[in-house]
């Protein structure tokens, strides 16, 4: 069975992230280790589907970017120069633009923890639409 345009879109992020030299993580719930750092974590969030008249439906596509960093100084910094280097690289790419219509960051939350070292996580939270024939959640129509 063919994966949902979801699916497809968080595939894409994944894929186009990991091009651009980033270690990529997909619904990740173990801690990381420091030479694992800095990571993204992708997971799949709230998405809504809309009836558009009779003839297609709106999925407003929803996923959030955990950004993880660690270091001994402004982790808050640390996270935003990655979250701006994964911004960049997902509007500039080709393929997830085919993919749907408005991507856009919608909200941000920050969350540092330290033990014997400070982590930092930046999560960002994205959406994007996509166009659908009723029923079918498989492919995107324009």
């Known amino acids: 069975m063919s994966a949902s345009v979801i699916e497809q879109i968080l595939a894409r ?11 990529v993580f997909r619904g990740r719930v173990d801690a990381f280790n420091d030479d ?8 799949r969030a709230d998405s809504n589907i809309d009836a558009i008249g009779t003839h297609g439906e ?6 959030d970017i955990e950004h993880y960093v660690t270091t001994a100084g402004a982790w808050e910094s640390a ?13 500039a790419d ?18 540092g923890e330290s033990t014997d070292r400070v982590i930092g996580r930046l999560t960002a939270r994205y959406q994007m639409q996509v166009f ?9 129509i324009s």
């Open 13 to 23: 992020v994944a894929a186009c992230l990991a091009a651009a030299g980033l270690s």
């Open 58 to 63: 709106r999925i407003s596509v929803g996923f």
């Open 94 to 111: 080709a393929p997830l633009a085919a993919l749907g219509r408005g991507l856009r960051c919608t909200a941000t939350d920050t969350q």
């Open 36 to 43: 694992e750092l800095p990571a993204v974590n992708l997971r």
């Open 79 to 91: 996270a935003d120069a990655l979250h701006m280097q994964v911004h960049a690289t997902l509007l």
């Open 132 to 140: 659908v024939r009723p029923g079918d959640f498989t492919r995107a």
